[in-house]
């Protein structure tokens, strides 16, 4: 694209957004270093859709202040409150998203597996891929 500003040309050139895709594999590494990819299934049931906005709903149970029938404390601006971090809590949530895990994946390898095979520093990551992808919306970038 190109543009006169004071009769001088300037061109500017169209950046692109990055494009980004489903979920559709995970590599797992053993104990001996060999690496297994499995594919997701092409079509991903509705059943896990299910499951996912039920993830969602029991994170947020963990996560915020609430008398567990769904009415939820909210400060003077309308967010709901925190619940004070504990490791139970957050041990509960992430063995509900490794198991979510698992089933996007139809249950092809085990939730073991996906612990002593995932690497750390992408766990996370990699788990709420699932989970956003289940949900309708693509967040891996798309390789080239």
Partial sequence: ?????????EVKEEVKAPEFEFLKEVTLENAHGAERTITAPRTVPGRV???AISLGYKERKLMYKNDGEGKYERDEEGRFIPNEPTEEAEL???DLYENFFVEY????FTVEEL????????Y????NHAY???MGN???PVKK
Wanted: aromatic content about 8%; proline content about 3%; charged content about 30%.
């Fill in 1 to 9: 694209m190109t543009e006169v500003v004071n009769n001088e040309v």
């Fill in 49 to 51: 859709y299910r499951k």
């Fill in 92 to 94: 509960e949530l992430l």
């Fill in 105 to 108: 994946f139809n249950n092809q």
């Fill in 115 to 122: 612990r002593e095979g995932l690497d750390a520093r992408k």
């Fill in 124 to 127: 996370q990551e990699t788990l």
């Fill in 132 to 134: 956003y992808s289940a």
């Fill in 138 to 140: 693509p967040t891996v």
